[in-house]
């Protein structure tokens, strides 16, 4: 399995902006689709964006559209997520994860794929 390190979290004020990264190791994760997950306090852990093996498939949740961006670099070995205009809401621990379809990526859970160990976004208003 490959092995995920997010950084880049931090608090930040309502309407600015991070960039949160995720390094793999282990294996190249051209092998993998790549995806953001966040789980709030009390909240179940949900989806928020997923991009294929060559960055041709790229789905978000609705809650984040237009607001955040995914991309990787798989030369690098590396996944990254743009973040812009957030809110308070999206205040959560972020958390990278890989699995081999996008399709499967997209309703992941933790007993499966490949996880990192997150990395904490507060969003003050």
């Known amino acids: 399995q490959v092995q995920l390190i997010e950084s880049g979290g931090g608090l930040v004020q309502a309407g600015g902006s991070l960039r949160l990264s995720c390094a793999a190791s282990g294996r190249t994760i051209s092998a993998y689709a790549m995806g953001w997950f966040r789980q709030a306090p009390g909240k179940e852990r949900e989806f928020v964006t997923a991009?294929?093996?060559?960055?041709?498939?790229?789905l978000y949740a609705d809650s984040v559209k237009g607001r955040f961006t995914i991309a990787r670099d798989n030369a690098k070995n590396m996944v990254f997520l743009q973040m812009n205009s957030l809110k308070p809401e999206d205040t959560a621990v972020y958390y990278c994860?890989?699995?081999?379809?996008?399709?499967?990526?997209?309703?992941?859970?933790?007993?499966?794929?490949?996880w990192g160990q997150g990395t904490q976004v507060t969003v003050s208003s």
């Open positions: 994860a890989a699995a081999s379809l996008t399709a499967t990526l997209t309703t992941l859970t933790p007993g499966s794929g490949s």
């Open positions: 991009i294929s093996r060559f960055g041709g498939n790229i």
